[in-house]
């Protein structure tokens, strides 16, 4: 295509992420160094949201806190159970195709309806014992530990079962030639020709985990006393249930962003290292 059209074809799409993303986000840093109830009132105010976000409370401290163990237990979860399935339903076994539907369907349910569908198993469990999910913060923590699992996980097969049928067979047999057993073929040939797929996979459950939102929401909101809330939960009730405290969500979402990307292109950094061509 001749590159005079790609000015006609490239504009409209680039003013709609301009419009839609990148002037709401450059207002957004400036509105996290201001106090404001409304765009339009905002006042200047330097780093004082930023100081006030850690002074004020320790309730986004204690919010990162457990973000970051959510995240790690649901990360290596979800990864290697989802990492399990496909190496199983890569086999010759009957009606793969049926189970490979049935453990991706979860995934098409939205997060806010699937908090409260599991919010009325885990307290129907609960409830024989007399508490429910906010009794205990543990209770909230492994409840959405198996929810984000119960989701996330059929999406990650299907990632992982595409790079498992795209090795090449002959790699296989000739390792099997060699006297390779399953175990070997297993660690020393498939895993790491799949390193595309784990740095995918692995970069979708970290981001993922850290942004969880709806899920929190609704089978938990937080409770008890807010120890179950996480981070992009904490930057709501800061912006939306506190009077005067805008500024400070502003100033916590811009900090959340700064810390999950920084986290998100470590683990690219570290996991493409480890890929291998084929």
Do not use: H
């Amino acid at each position: 295509m001749p590159k005079r059209y790609y000015a006609f074809f490239t504009l409209p799409t680039a003013i709609a992420f301009a419009i839609s993303f990148v002037i709401p986000f450059i207002f957004g840093i400036y509105l996290s160094f201001t106090k404001f109830t409304t765009v339009t009132d905002s006042e200047w105010v330097g780093f004082q949201n930023y100081v006030r976000a850690f002074a004020d409370d320790r309730n986004f401290i204690n919010a990162g806190i457990f973000t970051i163990k959510f995240a790690v237990v649901s990360v290596i979860l979800i990864n290697v159970m989802a990492f399990t399935l496909a190496y199983l339903l890569t086999r010759k076994i009957q009606g793969r195709n049926i189970l490979r539907t049935v453990f991706f369907m979860p995934n098409l349910i939205g997060g806010i309806v699937l908090g409260y569908v599991w919010l009325l198993l885990i307290n129907g469990i609960l409830v024989n014992f007399g508490v429910d999910i906010t009794y205990d913060p543990r209770y909230g923590f492994w409840g959405l530990v198996v929810v984000t699992n119960w989701q996330m996980a059929g999406y990650m097969m299907v990632i992982y079962i595409a790079a498992i049928l795209a090795i090449p067979t002959e790699i296989l047999e000739a390792a099997k030639i060699d006297g390779a057993n399953a175990w070997q073929a297993l660690s020393r040939i498939t895993i790491p020709l799949m390193m595309p797929a784990f740095t995918i996979c692995t970069f979708l459950t970290v981001s993922n985990s850290f942004k969880l939102f709806d899920q929190n929401l609704s089978l938990t909101a937080g409770a008890p006393g807010r120890q179950t809330a996480m981070l992009a939960l904490d930057i709501f009730y800061t912006f939306y249930g506190q009077n005067g405290y805008e500024g400070v969500g502003q100033a916590k979402a811009v900090m959340f962003f700064l810390f999950v990307s920084a986290v998100v292109l470590l683990q690219l950094r570290v996991t493409r290292s480890r890929e291998t061509e084929i």
